[in-house]
């Protein structure tokens, strides 16, 4: 066994319901807090849900303030108009309120907006100066887990992504209401599913950073994951399956944050920069490729996860590795997502472009099973198409 370290938050409230009492749930924990910045997008503005925990706020004394201009896959622009607003208005807490987008803004706000730190120095890993302002972070997607992870992804220029890495961005407190998440659309509940089941079984093969509590994070994400997913696209007003839906993401992102992703994400990361297809969905249109790829790498741990996804698999470790990619590819069809490139508007023509992007992920692939070059990449593309 590696030697390892493992972080998460201090402090996780899961209970459906109990977004409606954030203002007590914040003012316990930071008595001092006056003014909140909630950030969200227009999208989670729109279903009127914020009513609740922004009454339940001012009825702590706190005032509240909503920036809402959060896209997907945040461009830095957007990152950076959003710390401004919170220097200017002075916020002295920061509570993110939505998908992975909304929240990896609402981290980057509670850093920058406390201290004079450019942006450019603080992508990578480990190069946050300095305290930040309280966080809080309420998923309402059931998909990348930020709402427990020390990282926030950036859109710099026009597509590539890059992260910010540092022990400052994991939240003082995650809530998981699936009150929130009732509304998210079937397409959606798929795509940010399958990403976070993709946070799974990734971490349980990182390749420098496996460890034994990220295993078993991972392993009951999968379960839960995989148990509820389908239930939650096809009665999406199931509260119990919405429930575990976000504890198995949640649990999932406190694996991968301290087991990372790798080439599945990697080879994601271009498919969105490029053509704007939303996270969760990049990363399922290359999950089973990209496992096909690693199956002789691995073997023996999709087996264990297949154990976890899908009964009666038998057999060698290779052969139920494989029942671990059918079955991912099964809950992708049955959901209705795209599930080739072609779909979402790539062509073979792209596929050259979209190895150089993923090439440039060195800090996810380092964490794949299997190393991948360029070549591979591109073959791994051309069967996705
Ligand atoms: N920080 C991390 O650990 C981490 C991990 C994986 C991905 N990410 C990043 O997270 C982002 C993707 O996040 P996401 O998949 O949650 O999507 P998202 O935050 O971009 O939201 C997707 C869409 O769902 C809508 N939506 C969200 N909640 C809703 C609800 N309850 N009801 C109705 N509509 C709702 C939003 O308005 C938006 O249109 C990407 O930028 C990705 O790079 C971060
Ligand atoms: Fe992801």
Known sequence: ???????????????????????????ERFPA?????????AGFLGTGLLTGPIASLQQQGITVDVYADVVADPPEAVVLAAVQHAKDLKTDIVLGIGGGSSM?????????AATDQPIASAYGIGNVKGARLPLVQVPTTAG??????????????ETTKMGVVAPQLYADIAIL????????????????????????IEAYTSRHKKNPISDLLAKQALAMLSQNLVNACQQGDDIAARQAMLVGACLAGQAFSNAPVAAVHALAYPIGGIFHVPHGLSNSLV????????????????????????????????????GLIAAMQQIAEVTGI?????????????????????????????????????????AIYAAAL
């Not at 397409?187 to 599913?193: F, K, M, P």
């Open 287 to 322: 999950l089973p490729h990209v496992l096909r790829f690693n199956l002789s790498h691995a073997a023996d741990h999709y087996a264990e996860l297949a154990d976890i996804v899908v009964t009666g698999v038998t057999g060698s470790a290779e052969a139920r590795g494989m």
């Open 104 to 112: 990896d803004v609402a981290k980057l706000i509670a850093v920058l």
């Open 144 to 157: 990348t887990g930020s709402e427990v992870t020390n990282i926030a992804i950036v859109t710099t220029g």
């Open 1 to 27: 066994m590696n030697a390892f370290q493992f972080s998460t938050v201090p402090h996780l409230i899961a209970e459906a319901g109990s977004a409606a009492r954030l203002g007590e749930l914040v003012a």
């Open 33 to 41: 807090a006056r003014r909140a910045l909630i950030v969200t997008d």
């Open 338 to 378: 795209a599930t080739r490139l072609a779909q979402v508007g790539i062509a073979e023509r792209d596929l050259d472009r979209l190895a150089d992007d993923a090439m440039k992920q060195t800090r996810l692939l380092g964490n794949n099973p299997r190393e991948v070059t360029r070549e591979h990449a591109r």
């Open 177 to 200: 209401d699936a009150t929130l998440t009732l509304g998210l659309p079937p397409l959606v509940t798929a795509a940010t599913g399958i990403d976070a089941m993709v946070h799974a």
